[in-house]
Nanobody, 123 residues
Framework: QVHLVESGGGLVETGGSLRLSCAASGRTVSIIVMGWFRQAPGKEREFVAAIGRYSGNTYDADSVKGRFTISRDNAKKTVYLQMNSLKPDDTAVYYC????????????????WGQGTQVTVSS
């Protein structure tokens, strides 16, 4: 069993920055990819970014490319999402996800999910 706990959400101004963290615990040895999704009220949960645990390869949604950076600290079993140039449209609950599969882009690729952390960007 893999457990994921997000932290670092909060309220920021437009143009501001925030860094989210996702700490993994449990049987994490088989995790290949970790990613971030977000969901705004009334919206579908959407892919934000992902990173290969061992490869370090990163994958970004077009909506956040150039603004968000995903990274990982394998020693701490933690993945980060550095969010810069935040916009009100970035307001959502951000979820950390992990998978033993090679898939990256789809909700269906992921097996484990955190509880989410709220990010609110004021106008």
């Amino acid at each position: 069993q893999v457990h994921l706990v997000e932290s670092g959400g909060g309220l920021v101004e437009t143009g501001g920055s925030l860094r989210l963290s996702c700490a993994a615990s449990g049987r994490t040895v088989s995790i290949i990819v970790m990613g971030w999704f977000r969901q705004a009220p009334g919206k579908e949960r959407e892919f934000v970014a992902a990173i290969g645990r061992y490869s370090g390869n990163t994958y970004d949604a077009d909506s956040v490319k150039g603004r968000f950076t995903i990274s990982r600290d394998n020693a701490k079993k933690t993945v980060y999402l550095q969010m810069n140039s935040l916009k009100p449209d970035d307001t959502a609950v951000y979820y950390c996800a992990a998978t033993q599969r090679n898939g990256v882009w789809s909700l269906r690729d992921y097996e484990y999910w955190g509880q989410g952390t709220q990010v609110t960007v004021s106008s």
